[in-house]
């Protein structure tokens, strides 16, 4: 029976137009303004991010994937027990794979805010591995993290990798960190976190020569012009990422390169040139304070390894 063997798929929160279309008009009118960096991820900025994850400049990636590379063996001695191994932001699923063998998994729990594309990665991890029970959850697990009872209600491992929790304020990421440890219900959390280092090594894996990090931030506002109907010129703004050292932060911004207006539906704004909008922030941590925020969240018994070079860090802590 082929429909037997596809995996579950559940959607939990269907994006309201209405509510997107508000969320941007406000942060369009803020001063500074804003745009969530969750509007990067369209289907062409998702296939952008994958591209600045092969740049010889973004470090982060395979530096958190040599780490597990490594240490795999060493962190499956110190897992706590778990009934699942719970992958938030999943996407093609590859780095929770990596892990299936080496932890020992027998339930895997995919989740992503749309289901679409999560359906896909899973038939195709479903042939490497049959024996494993699978489901995959389509929810916004920025706002909130009640999975659906099909996850189960063993313990878990909550796997966060790729410093995702950069882009949370610590203030956000400890709100973040205390549902996680929740939703883990009395299981842990695996979590890969990008850390302080030189200034010219941050900055260059924000703003590479190619230019893909540049079309990564100026796609947005394409993503901005479908879903809140303003009238973006791409053309009208200029790349811009730098390291805030008060703030231990990567900072993106678009630039306006002379005076626009902007205009959309009942509203509009004009930008003198050189005016900004804020559209990301990517938080680099010290080992010390990223074990604290997980001790303040109520985590315990945390083990962390990094690369040689210390640009990154896997923590993993009992929940
Ligand atoms: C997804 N997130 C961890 C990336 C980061 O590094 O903050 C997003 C990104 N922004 C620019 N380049 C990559």
Redesign the pocket.
Known sequence: NHAAMKPRLIQLDRADPGAIRDELLRGLRDDPAAIPPKYFYDALGARL?AA?TELPE?Y?TRTEAAIFARHADAMARLLPAFEALVDLGAGNCEKAARLFAPFGVRRYVAVDIAVDYLGESLDILRRQHPQLDMLGVGLDFSAHLALPAEAGAGPRLLFYP???I??FTPAAALAFLRRARAAAQGGGLLIGV?LVKPVAVLEAA?ADPLGV?AA?NRNVLAHVRRVAGADFSLADWGHVAFYNAGESR?E?HLEAVRDVAVRWPGGERRFAAGERIHT?N?YKWRVADFAALLVEAGFRDLHHWTDDKGWFGVFLARA
Do not use: K
């Open positions: 991010f600045i973004y982060p790729g410093s995702s950069g882009n990008d924000y990090t990564f990567i993106m990301e990517s």
